[in-house]
């Protein structure tokens, strides 16, 4: 459900290259073989990382490996000492963050007790919804597949019809269990006004706002918080934040928070200075330096003929903001394009004899796709000032200061809560 908050990088954060290794017990199940020729097993619950609030095993490590993009995932699979380092740093920045004050000065901790409140309680209704769907009876399928299809023999139904009809039951009855599941509650609440605070209450519950002047708007606030409350308690009591994929999911992402908070910690105390960037512009002025461009308007067509009417109409002196209008193409704006080999569009604007011209052309992106290029302003080389790169280079360099800034901090958190990596050898063929 939340994959997308918890994905790595090949550039993502903290690879340190220094870490302390340390062979310990042998674990419980398919095998590795180590230099010596013995055999270690290796289970989910086999220990890779330890140290003060440090507990990372080979579960830890899998489910980590199938949050990665497929890029990721390829790179990590030849480097997963690598990408154990990267978990390491994650729960050392969590660790910190916590230990520091910082989750609770920044207002974190507050965020990943409403994220978890949140997350469990949908996570009790769809599980409760899941179980009262059921399974889908064949009579179900029937009666539907008849109601699609009146004029078909049920009895020839054939098996890509009998999947389409199963899902959309299932989605329905899914559907209508989760509004029932949810009206079961909302009906049962009762709400009173005490001194100026409207209080909502159920099943044990009890939730309060402020009694304003639109009051069905703030009944339904408290409705809905209540609501949620009322299944996040039903979650714990089920054991839900027990489980160890919960448990992995919410230090992946409170992690990830916590990250964002070490980074704000760590910039505080950067700065740079008038004299760094005016060095580091001297000694990177060929950079600074922009290529000629053209400022120009495409219009795209599928249809060579309209294609070539279009251009037509602006050789004539029609405006590019009524021709594209004539056609349909209401988002067409100007772009700047330079010579790039790869981008068909600067290419054809610098093929012309002179790109200074205004002269409008036509080019094939396919069998079935053609643009109308038409160039607006030629824009000569220009050398960027110090001051016009001065904000760039700022922030270049207090990049550069940040990440040698983590680099440090890091080795000092390894230090500190005493990491050791372990069993390394069961991260082969995982």
Known sequence: MLRFLFLFSLTALFLLSCSQTEKVGEAKSPANTLKEGKTKVCNDETLLAKGKGIRI?????????????????????????????????????????????????????????????????????????????????????????????????????????????????????YDEAVSSIYKEVVKRI??????????????????????GKNGKLEKEKLKEKLVRKYFYEKALEKG???????????????????????????????????????????????????????????????????????????????????????????NAKEKTYYKDFKDPIGVALFSLDSPKERKPIIISLSSSSYAVIYPVKYL?????SFKEARNFIALRLKREKLREAEKEKLKELWKEYQVKLLNLDCLRGV
């Not at 520091?100 to 507050?110: N, T, V």
């Not at 910690?265 to 700065?271: T, Y």
């Open 57 to 173: 095993t080979l579960a830890d490590y899998k489910y980590t490996l199938t949050l990665l993009t497929p890029k990721a995932k390829e790179f990590f699979k030849s480097h997963p000492e690598d990408l154990l380092k990267r978990m390491i740093n994650r729960r050392l920045v969590l660790l910190y963050v916590k230990e520091k004050g910082l989750a609770s000065k920044y207002g974190l901790d507050k965020e990943m007790e409403d994220f978890k409140e949140d997350y469990l309680s949908r996570l009790f209704v769809s599980r409760e919804a899941q179980r009262r769907v059921g399974k889908i009876t064949q009579e179900e399928i029937v009666k539907r597949f008849k109601e699609l299809f009146p004029n078909k023999d049920p009895s020839k139904m054939n098996s890509a019809d009998r999947e389409f009809i199963e899902n959309e039951l299932k989605v329905k009855k």
């Open 190 to 211: 009762k709400f009173k006004e005490e001194k100026g605070t409207l209080v909502a209450s159920c099943c044990g519950i009890e939730v309060k706002g402020k009694a």
């Open 240 to 330: 839900y934040d027990k489980e160890p994929s919960f448990k992995r999911m919410f230090t992946e992402y409170f992690a990830g928070k916590a990250i964002e908070l070490f980074r704000k910690e760590l910039s505080q105390g950067i700065k740079v200075s008038d004299e760094e960037m005016r060095r580091f512009y001297e000694e990177n002025k060929e950079k600074f330096k922009m290529p000629p461009r053209v400022k120009a308007v495409v219009l795209y067509f599928k249809d060579r003929k309209k294609a070539q009417e279009a251009k037509e109409l602006l050789e004539k002196g029609k405006s590019w903001q009524e021709v594209a209008h004539r056609f349909g193409q209401f």
């Open 380 to 384: 000569p080389e220009k050398v960027i």
